[in-house]
């Protein structure tokens, strides 16, 4: 791990992968719960974590330094399971991509149970992964400046579920009506880092 300042009260801690972020995000959460770390927020990205809010920011960095990356959390008991039509306007292109035809695409995704790595770019928007590496896809060559909300979409390493209406570029495989963010809501994400996810087919209406 490395470990750097961010102003005056928050470090940010760079690890090898994202599932090394994962696991460090939530043996800081442990932490905290404990007593044992204070920190206002403990933030996931991709493969990096960000403390902020931070009593002793020199002390932890310390800590954090000589400590080791810790093993991965257990899986949460119970996966959210977001219903999807396997409709998108990239699904011919992902398929062939994958070698396969668009129904084995649909079954594929349908089967793999995700997990949400961080959330960023949107509210609501969590980066899900579990597809195995072989499965990555392309970001599109040219982004469409208006993503409906709901679509389901694939890029890079990560299945993603668009929260409202936006420019994007991933490539668009299914919908849902799923409300994925809703300030009402407690709490407003449907979302949020750790979370199991599961996709469950829903013929289109």
Known sequence: MRVLPVGERAVLVEVASGEEAQALHAELLRRRAEGALSAREIVPAARTVLLDGVDDPVRLTAELTAAEVPPA????????????????????????????????????????????????????????????????????????TAVPAGAVALAGPYTGVYPRSSPGGWQLIGSTDAVLWDHARVPAALLSPGTRVRFVPVERS
């Not at 959390?73 to 699904?91: H, K, S, W």
């Not at 668009?102 to 790595?117: L, M």
């Not at 770019?121 to 590496?133: C, E, I, N, S």
Request: net charge negative; glycine share 8%; proline share 11%.
């Open 73 to 144: 959390p257990p899986r949460a008991r119970e996966a959210v399971e977001i219903p999807v039509r396997y409709d998108g306007p990239d699904l011919a292109d992902v398929a062939a991509h994958w070698g396969v035809d668009s129904r084995e695409v649909a079954r594929i995704h349908a089967d793999t149970e995700f997990s949400v790595a961080f959330c960023g770019f949107a509210p609501g928007f969590g980066y899900l992964t579990g597809l195995p590496r072989h499965y990555d896809v392309p970001r599109r060559a040219t982004p469409r």
